[in-house]
């Protein structure tokens, strides 16, 4: 490579729970830089959440995050004029980055009134295993499943 590697960025953890994981999910909700409300929008989420289920509701999250996080996926690669399907194992970063990122995004595609009350939804329906986000994970692993065949073209 002709250029250094970007040095990572170290992040803060989060003033409530004093979790790194709970910033970086913070980091994905926000908008326009608006970190405050995309803290407020988690906070009312847990919130919901304890009030619903009576446990920790960041244990319930975090059970839901490893539920909806993929272990593998699917990359296109050209071979001879052809396009392949490749399955591929994802890096660890990578996997946390996915899952959040299917987490908050069918969240904000579910019909309640308040992104607080759509994400507290969308994580209870992922921690039982439910919901659009792990319908996405099962997709992406029978993808890859289904695929299987072309992994010696890995890269």
């Known amino acids: ?19 790194v994981l709970v910033t970086k999910f913070t980091n994905n ?7 405050t409300v995309a803290f407020k929008i988690f906070y009312d989420a847990m919130s919901i959440i304890e009030d619903k289920m ?23 690669r050209r071979i001879g004029g052809a396009t392949f ?3 591929t194992e994802l890096r660890p970063e990578r996997k946390q980055s996915v899952g959040m990122k299917n987490l908050i995004n069918f969240a904000r595609k579910r019909h309640e009134k308040t992104m607080a009350q759509k994400l507290a939804a ?15 994970k099962e997709e992406i692993h029978r993808m890859a499943d ?7 073209f890995r890269f």
């Open 54 to 76: 009576k446990e920790n509701p960041v244990e319930i999250w975090k059970q839901a995050l490893a539920n909806v996080t993929p272990a593998l996926e699917v990359k296109s």
């Open 146 to 152: 289904a695929n299987k065949a072309f992994s010696h």
């Open 1 to 19: 490579m002709r250029k250094a590697k970007p040095k990572k960025r170290i992040i803060l953890p989060d003033p409530k729970y004093g979790e």
């Open 29 to 35: 909700i926000m908008l326009e830089g608006k970190k």
């Open 122 to 136: 969308e994580i209870m329906a992922a921690y039982k295993e439910e919901g659009a986000a792990f319908k996405r």
């Open 85 to 87: 399907q490749i399955p």
